[in-house]
């Protein structure tokens, strides 16, 4: 069956230190890939996406994602973290269907 | 220019009775997604239209659920004899072309059944 984990629920990172949001798929084809966050009060915004070609993807804010078929993951990465990157991140995947992970909820302390 | 538009924002209804609720989409988008996320749970899809037609409909919870859209525009989701378990956010997005395209998000319609 089709799923999308992200296995960490809550995060707290420093102001501009890394950070690595983990993404796991199970999908019957290589699905179109995406990251999206909502911050506070806000709806989902597209961060990235991915569906062929180089699998280290450049998305807005900064942020990239790289795709690793042979792990099936789509991890979300950002080398200096800013306190608005508070939020909660969603990684989905989709083709006819689309899933959405369960979120990780990012804490920037200052 | 307008984003997408559901209705009602709210809606409570009782265990049995059905309800209707309706997404318009951003003017010119083709395809449109619907979801849901009970309390404390992540976004579920229930079905994604592209055009007027539904590729895979097996999202849907159950046989009491249906969608359709018409004109290649508003869309309404349909649940029947509604249940305490489909207390929830509704949420339609819309997509100006495929899948692959952003999706933008509704405000949602909060549906509580009693």
């Known amino acids: 069956a089709q799923s999308v984990t992200q296995p960490d629920i809550h995060i707290t990172v420093s102001e501009g230190a890394s950070l690595e949001l983990r993404c796991n798929y199970s999908y019957g084809a290589t699905p179109y890939l995406f990251w999206y966050v909502q911050s506070p009060g806000q709806g989902l915004q597209l961060l990235l996406k991915?569906?062929?070609?180089?699998?280290l993807v450049q998305g807005i804010k900064g942020f990239e994602a790289e795709f690793k078929r042979s792990q099936s993951s789509f991890n979300l990465r950002k080398p200096s973290v800013h306190w608005s990157d508070a939020a909660e991140y969603f990684c989905a995947v989709g083709l006819n269907q689309f899933y959405f992970g369960t979120g990780t909820s990012l804490t920037v302390i200052p | 220019g307008a984003g997408v538009s559901q209705s009602p924002s709210n809606k409570v209804t009782e265990k049995g009775k059905d309800v209707e609720l309706r997404c318009d989409p951003i003017s010119g988008h083709t395809a449109l997604y619907w979801y849901r996320q009970s309390l404390g749970q992540g976004l579920e899809f229930l079905i994604y239209?592209?055009?007027?037609?539904?590729?895979?409909k097996s999202g849907l919870p159950s046989d009491r659920f249906s969608a359709e859209r018409t004109g290649g525009s508003v869309s309404t989701l349909t649940i029947q004899r509604t249940q305490q378990e489909d207390s929830a956010v509704y949420l339609c997005a819309s997509s100006l072309t495929s899948i692959f395209s952003e999706q933008y998000f509704g405000p949602g319609t909060r549906l509580t059944v009693t």
């Open positions: 991915y569906f062929s070609g180089d699998t």
């Open positions: 239209f592209q055009g007027n037609s539904a590729p895979d």
